[in-house]
């Protein structure tokens, strides 16, 4: 059974950085594929980013594009979301996920960690 934590959420202001983290435990991490997804207040969970096995491939939402980057260390089994230029609608709790096959699709994905809140505001 996987388990996912997440960490490094918070309050920061518009303009601003925050860099998530996800730790993995319970499997052989290079086996699986990450991802981040997000859910605002009164919205349904969306896809952010998602990172291959060996990080080969990558894939944004058109709405983090150019902003966000997803990275992985599978030597330290963690997953990280650099955040940058931060607007009030990236406001929302921040899953990371995981699954076997490469796929950007909410119910494509096993394991959940329990969210950490990003809020942008001034």
């Known amino acids: 059974q996987l388990q996912l934590v997440e960490s490094g959420g918070g309050l920061v202001q518009p303009g601003g950085s925050l860099r998530l983290s996800c730790a993995a435990s319970?499997?052989?991490?290079?086996?699986?594929?990450m991802a981040w997804f997000r859910q605002a207040p009164g919205k349904e969970r969306e896809f952010v980013a998602a990172?291959?096995?060996?990080?080969?491939?990558?894939n944004y939402a058109d709405s983090v594009k150019g902003r966000f980057t997803i990275s992985r260390d599978n030597a330290k089994n963690t997953v990280n979301l650099q955040m940058n230029t931060l607007k009030p609608e990236d406001t929302a709790v921040y899953y990371c996920?995981?699954?076997?096959?490469?796929?950007?699709?909410?119910?494509?994905?096993?394991?959940w960690g329990q969210g950490t809140q990003v809020t942008v505001s001034s």
């Open positions: 990172i291959s096995r060996y990080g080969l491939t990558i």
């Open positions: 996920a995981a699954t076997g096959g490469y796929i950007l699709k909410e119910n494509g994905y096993d394991y």
């Open positions: 319970g499997l052989i991490f290079s086996s699986i594929v």
